[in-house]
T-cell receptor, first 113, second 115 residues
Framework: KQEVTQIPAALSVPEGENLVLNCSFT??????LQWFRQDPGKGLTSLLL?????REQTSGRLNASLDKSSGRSTLYIAASQPGDSATYLC????????????FGTGTRLTVIP | NAGVMQNPRHLVRRRGQEARLRCSPM?????VYWYRQLPEEGLKFMVY????????ESGMPKERFSAEFPKEGPSILRIQQVVRGDSAAYFC?????????????FGSGTRLTVV
């Protein structure tokens, strides 16, 4: 059974700092991996989608990497801003029956002005 | 493009009542997925539907929960005789094709509180 773990559970950084969020998954037979952002009381916003054949994806100040064989992904946020404060969720879809996502419990990020 | 629309945003029900949650997928998306997020837990898959068909309901509780996606209108997640443990955020996602190839787009969720 696929299990997704995100470390740390919470993180506080001063504005302007670069940071890395970690995601690990137990079954490397994934179809793709998606990073989401969730604001308190709100829905999920998709940030980056990495297919299993890719090593990384970039969007603005965000860069996500994927090491499928070791079951790891990282989300790198450059020059953090207070507006980046949110919970970041990692989710993987499985190769067989890729009809649903397995989510981690998230990393709650606070960027201090 | 209005995205995935869920309503209501907040729903309060007394124990024993019925809860109906609605989800309209993105325009052009015919695949709908429901997820539940219990307090302090990650999102868990419940059910995957295409128009008029339930494709995978492996994450649905066996009793009191049902889902449909009729030919016309939104997808409905129905919870009968709600209990306190049903209090959670329920999210709907849609995709243009079966499977995860293009990722999923999520709605803002319905927060159900059972009192």
């Amino acid at each position: 059974k696929q299990e997704v773990t995100q470390i740390p559970a919470a993180l506080s950084v001063p504005e302007g700092e670069n940071l890395v969020l970690n995601c690990s998954f137990t079954d490397s037979a994934i179809y793709n991996l998606q990073w989401f952002r969730q604001d308190p009381g709100k829905g999920l916003t998709s940030l980056l989608l990495i297919q299993s054949s890719q090593r990384e994806q970039t969007s603005g100040r965000l860069n996500a990497s994927l090491d499928k064989s070791s079951g790891r992904s990282t989300l790198y946020i450059a020059a953090s801003q207070p507006g980046d404060s949110a919970t970041y969720l990692c989710a993987v879809s499985h190769q067989t029956g890729a009809n649903n996502l397995f989510f981690g419990t998230g990393t709650r990020l606070t960027v201090i002005p | 493009n209005a995205g995935v629309m869920q309503n209501p945003r907040h729903l309060v029900r007394r124990r024993g009542q019925e809860a109906r949650l609605r989800c309209s997928p993105m325009k052009g998306h015919s695949h709908v997925y429901w997820y539940r997020q219990l307090p302090e837990e990650g999102l868990k898959f419940m059910v995957y539907l295409q128009k008029e068909n339930i494709i995978d309901e492996s994450g649905m509780p066996k009793e009191r929960f049902s889902a449909e996606f009729p030919k016309e209108g939104p997808s409905i997640l129905r919870i009968q005789q709600v209990v306190r443990g049903d209090s959670a955020a329920y999210f709907c996602a849609s995709s243009p094709f079966e499977g995860a190839l293009y990722g999923y787009t999520f709605g803002s969720g319905t927060r159900l509180t059972v009192v």
